[in-house]
């Protein structure tokens, strides 16, 4: 399983830009000792703030197509909806932000985000609040300090998921240093969950459990419905057991035996997590006319998808063909949801 390390990526990239900013930027002021501590601490702030919106907002997307379509998930559970983060997980360099602005502490869980219609925003529940105990036993809040790590805040959340497979949870919740219990009642979604990845590549991945976007790719959707058509194709490679298909566009390798081979079912997998991903999607309340345009503006941020994709992972159909492949698709929903039929392909 992968990691979600990705805010050490961050800090990096934000430690070159500011270093570079601090020792070429400014040579007619001379910068005093505090305004240069304090640049770096800012320039945190603002990164820390765009990287927790942008998980929010694919939050809210993935939560409702999870609710809305648990009943073609093949693996369901209850789920209280919350997407959740720790002090721990931030390098030294964000972690003071990320106590200061979300009210975090080691790796005690904090919500980051309660999407609508979730149990845990039907609880209350809003991002800054702290999990500090389930029923009256507390959380593990870690050793403090150190270097970051996802694996303390991980230990937390198996454990608030063991709970929620139970049915409804007693926690005890910190808001602005004031503690107060908060009962939530998980309700049946899909299993998967999601997770933004800092990288500068337009990726998007399902390993069967978690949905992978990079950050790069989910800037492509230009609205909610585009962003949900990137997100529902995923989750129908998950409903139809794919297993691994990673997304990866833009790579060209070699066709070999192998490969050829595999051409037929990896383009058969694609066209079908497309037509199933639309299905998803509008059953979610989306726009499947609307979402589609993602497609557009895919193939305008990667001119390459226009043509067919060869990678070492398979072949994928190019965005006209996927266009052309996918208007029937929209009639036929249209017509169903027109007649009351059920929505399924
Ligand atoms: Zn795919």
Not at 84 to 89: D, E, K, T
Not at 235 to 254: F, I
Request: charge should be neutral; proline fraction near 6%; charged fraction near 20%.
């Amino acid at each position: 399983m992968m990691r979600p390390l990705r805010r050490i990526e961050a800090l990096l990239a934000l430690c070159l830009t500011t270093s570079a900013a601090v020792g070429c930027g400014h040579t007619a002021i001379s910068p005093t000792v505090e305004q240069a501590q304090k640049l770096p601490a800012d320039a945190a702030a603002s990164r820390l703030t765009a990287l927790i919106a942008k998980d929010q907002r694919v939050a809210e997307i993935a939560w409702r197509l999870a609710l809305s379509n648990a009943d073609l998930c093949p693996v369901t559970r209850l789920r209280a909806g919350w997407v959740l983060q720790s002090a721990g997980q931030y390098s030294t360099e964000l972690r003071p932000v990320a106590e200061r602005q979300y009210g975090l502490q080691g790796d005690l869980p904090g919500i980051l985000s309660a999407p609508l219609n979730s149990p845990a925003r039907a609880a209350g529940l809003r991002p800054g609040d702290l999990i500090l105990a389930i029923e009256g036993e507390p959380l593990n809040s870690g050793a403090g300090g150190g270097r970051e790590s996802y694996d303390g805040l991980q230990a937390n959340i198996d454990r608030l998921n063991s709970a929620a497979v139970m049915g409804p949870m007693s926690l005890t919740v910190r808001r602005n240093g004031t503690e107060r219990a908060v009962a939530v009642m998980p309700v049946q979604a899909c299993a998967y969950v999601t997770q933004v990845e800092v990288r500068d590549d337009l990726r998007a991945l399902s390993d069967g459990r978690t949905i992978f976007l990079s950050a790069r790719i989910v800037d492509v959707a230009q609205d909610d419905h585009q962003l949900a058509f990137l997100l529902a194709h995923e989750l129908a490679h998950a409903v139809l057991e794919h297993a691994t298909v990673p997304d990866v566009q833009g790579e060209r390798g070699a066709l070999n035996t192998s490969l050829s081979l595999r051409r037929g079912l990896s383009s058969r997998a694609e066209s079908d997590a497309d037509t199933l991903g639309l299905y998803l999607l509008t059953r979610a309340g989306f726009d499947p006319r609307l979402a589609m345009q993602f497609l557009n503006a895919y193939a305008a941020t990667a001119p390459g998808a226009r043509y067919p994709q060869i990678n070492l992972r398979g072949v994928y159909p190019s965005i006209p063909d996927r266009h052309r492949a996918l208007e029937p698709v929209v009639s036929e929903i249209i017509d169903k949801q027109a007649s009351g039929m059920p929505l399924i392909p």
